[in-house]
């Protein structure tokens, strides 16, 4: 009985390395490169966030494992993400494997928005000298702070509010388009018909208020305010 020879031996472990190698280089070419997946996400995120006032910088974190090579990305966010600051951008593959990852992703926006140039009381009608205008991280301020001083002049305070704090709109009232003791269109709207009178509102409203006001016969109905010291009231 024959046996191989030492160096038969060494020449076939010699080739089931090489091909152990080959099969762990191709493996490796096979997986998805970090640098373009995070690269597409960044791309999607800027195209998201075009045309918003500001200088804009995007971060985007890349994978922590690793993800088969894909031919075919498609970036989306998920329902509730944010447009800017702190958000999660995610990123699909349509071929030749499917896979779906989501990536931590940091959204700057350095843009001006309306601050208070003094401390204020609440109920206070807002004017010009009471803005200004400040720069920084919009993304690290609620969505709903004013980029725009005409916009909000004549709108009241809801609470006191200190000196630097970004005006934001759930902070304001609407400007009053109603208000108590003057005279007041009343507009009754029914089924097929529509009738005006005159009347006297009995509180102050802002646009979409509920008021109650005083028709010419004394009478006492509540409708909603609208521009012009106007109440409509459904019925």
């Known amino acids: 009985m024959s046996h191989p020879s030492i ?6 472990f010699g ?3 090489l091909v152990c190698l080959c099969l762990a280089g191709a493996a490796h070419a096979a997986d998805q490169n970090p640098a373009a997946l995070q690269a597409h996400a ?15 910088s995007v971060s985007v974190k890349p994978p922590r494992s690793a993800l088969n090579a894909c031919d075919a990305l498609e970036a989306f966010q998920p329902p509730g993400s944010r447009t800017i ?6 990123v699909r593959c349509l071929a030749p494997s499917q ?6 992703a940091q959204i700057k926006l350095i843009g001006r928005y309306v601050a208070t140039s003094q401390p204020l009381p609440a109920n206070h009608v807002l004017t010009t000298s009471d803005l200004m205008l400040r720069e920084g991280d919009l993304g690290l301020l609620t969505p709903d702070v004013a980029s725009d001083i005409d916009a909000i002049v004549g709108y009241r305070t809801v609470s006191g509010l200190a000196a630097n704090a970004p005006l934001r709109s759930r902070l304001l009232r609407s400007p009053l388009v109603v208000q108590q003791g003057q005279p007041t269109r009343i507009v009754l709207n029914g089924p097929g018909f529509t009738v005006q009178s005159e009347g006297q509102a009995l509180a102050n409203g802002s646009v979409g208020d509920r008021v109650r006001v005083k028709t010419a016969s004394g009478q006492v109905v509540s409708g909603i305010a609208q521009d012009g010291q106007q109440i409509v009231v459904a019925y």
């Open 7 to 12: 160096q038969a031996m060494r020449a076939a």
């Open 15 to 17: 080739r089931a390395a």
């Open 42 to 56: 960044e791309r999607f995120l800027k195209m998201q966030a075009n045309g918003l006032p500001g200088k804009l």
């Open 85 to 90: 600051g702190k958000t999660t951008v995610g």
């Open 99 to 104: 896979w779906t990852v989501y990536l931590p």
